[in-house]
């Protein structure tokens, strides 16, 4: 898991805190993915042709997502982004 991690997420993208953290080769806020979740049942798959990436990196952003969910989930709440369509 953290390889993956590692290998994913961009490392620059945390000094400021996790909520920060962005998929290393798309700049994809780790966030903005999360938030975009349809709770009904996305799949790593729809994620990944959803944002145009490998299901790899959605799998390592959710890890990722995981480890420091009270961080994050706290920035969704400050953007309040609309439910998925």
């Known amino acids: 898991m953290q390889t993956l991690i590692a ?3 961009d490392p620059e993208t945390t ?3 996790p909520e920060y953290a962005r998929l290393r080769d798309s700049g994809l ?3 903005r993915l999360v938030a975009s ?3 009904s049942g996305d799949s790593i798959a ?3 042709e959803d944002y145009e990436v490998p299901e790899e ?3 390592a ?3 990722f997502y ?4 009270d961080a994050i989930d706290a920035r969704i709440s400050r953007v309040h982004l609309p439910p998925a369509i």
């Open 7 to 9: 290998r994913h997420i």
């Open 15 to 17: 000094a400021f805190g």
């Open 37 to 39: 979740m349809d709770p």
């Open 66 to 69: 995981w480890q420091h969910r």
């Open 61 to 63: 952003a959710l890890y």
């Open 57 to 59: 990196s959605v799998l």
């Open 46 to 48: 729809d994620l990944a």
């Open 29 to 31: 806020a780790v966030w």
